[in-house]
């Protein structure tokens, strides 16, 4: 065989190998095993054997951590249903959370999604890092650069997938089946790793399924 045809079959195996192996990583999560709820109160149901978690809304934010071990880097991938309801849908996922007060988040407002504002369509999908960098702060400080549109056209009313990947630091925010991301961040605040939950935002409630989570 031609050395040239070797090694490009060699880097194609190698290739398939290293991608195989990563999507091999990517895990079923039991969304049933909560260990804690913070600020609110949940339902669990299951449909077509899938467990539906369902969150009431209340004051404040909330979230809905899952038992799993201490996540660090790696894609989060789950679905989730919000509703178009003007300020009252604030849904998304929390990671390396330390306590109540102290994690990383991204966070949808379906009720922005299909607006006929310009301004409020471009505050579609969120990033935030507590204690220090709420929603307000960033968009203050950094407006449009930890908040961005969708950039699809989602119905706020129905499911969808969220995919974020997380590594060294660099965070990306893809729906459904987008091959750019919707919002790509630098993390900040000094949070590296920990626990991980379903979050909601004030008075809002939300609908979770289908978690999957790979650590690299």
């Given at each position: 065989?031609?050395?040239?045809?070797?090694?490009?079959?060699?880097?194609?195996?190698?290739?398939?190998?290293?991608?195989?192996?990563?999507?091999?990583?990517?895990?079923?999560?039991?969304?049933?095993?909560?260990?804690?709820?913070?600020?609110?109160?949940?339902?669990?149901?299951?449909?077509?054997?899938?467990?539906?978690?369902?969150?009431?809304?209340?004051?404040?934010?909330?979230?809905?951590?899952?038992?799993?071990?201490?996540?660090?880097?790696?894609?989060?991938?789950?679905?989730?249903?919000?509703?178009?309801?003007?300020?009252?849908?604030?849904?998304?996922?929390?990671?390396?959370?330390?306590?109540?007060?102290?994690?990383?988040?991204?966070?949808?407002?379906?009720?922005?999604?299909r607006t006929t504002d310009e301004l409020r369509k471009k505050h579609a999908v969120q990033y935030v890092s507590l204690p220090n960098y709420d929603w307000e702060v960033l968009r203050d400080h950094h407006p449009l650069e930890y908040e961005q549109p969708i950039g699809e056209n989602l119905d706020p009313n129905d499911w969808f997938k969220v995919r974020i990947k997380v590594e060294g630091g660099k965070i990306s925010v893809f729906t459904n089946d987008q091959t750019r991301p919707c919002l790509e961040v630098t993390s900040l605040g000094d949070l590296k790793s920990g626990k991980i939950g379903f979050f909601t935002g004030d008075d809002s409630p939300g609908i979770f399924r289908n978690l999957k989570i790979s650590r690299k």
């Amino acid at each position: 065989m031609h050395k040239s045809n070797f090694l490009l079959i060699l880097s194609i195996l190698s290739f398939s190998a290293s991608t195989s192996l990563y999507a091999q990583k990517l895990e079923n999560v039991d969304i049933s095993k909560v260990t804690t709820t913070i600020n609110r109160t949940i339902s669990m149901n299951v449909v077509e054997k899938t467990h539906i978690l369902s969150v009431n809304p209340g004051p404040g934010g909330g979230m809905i951590m899952i038992k799993y071990p201490t996540f660090e880097n790696g894609e989060i991938q789950f679905e989730v249903k919000g509703q178009d309801v003007y300020q009252k849908s604030f849904v998304g996922f929390a990671f390396h959370i330390k306590n109540e007060k102290n994690y990383e988040a991204i966070y949808f407002r379906p009720f922005n999604f299909r607006t006929t504002d310009e301004l409020r369509k471009k505050h579609a999908v969120q990033y935030v890092s507590l204690p220090n960098y709420d929603w307000e702060v960033l968009r203050d400080h950094h407006p449009l650069e930890y908040e961005q549109p969708i950039g699809e056209n989602l119905d706020p009313n129905d499911w969808f997938k969220v995919r974020i990947k997380v590594e060294g630091g660099k965070i990306s925010v893809f729906t459904n089946d987008q091959t750019r991301p919707c919002l790509e961040v630098t993390s900040l605040g000094d949070l590296k790793s920990g626990k991980i939950g379903f979050f909601t935002g004030d008075d809002s409630p939300g609908i979770f399924r289908n978690l999957k989570i790979s650590r690299k």
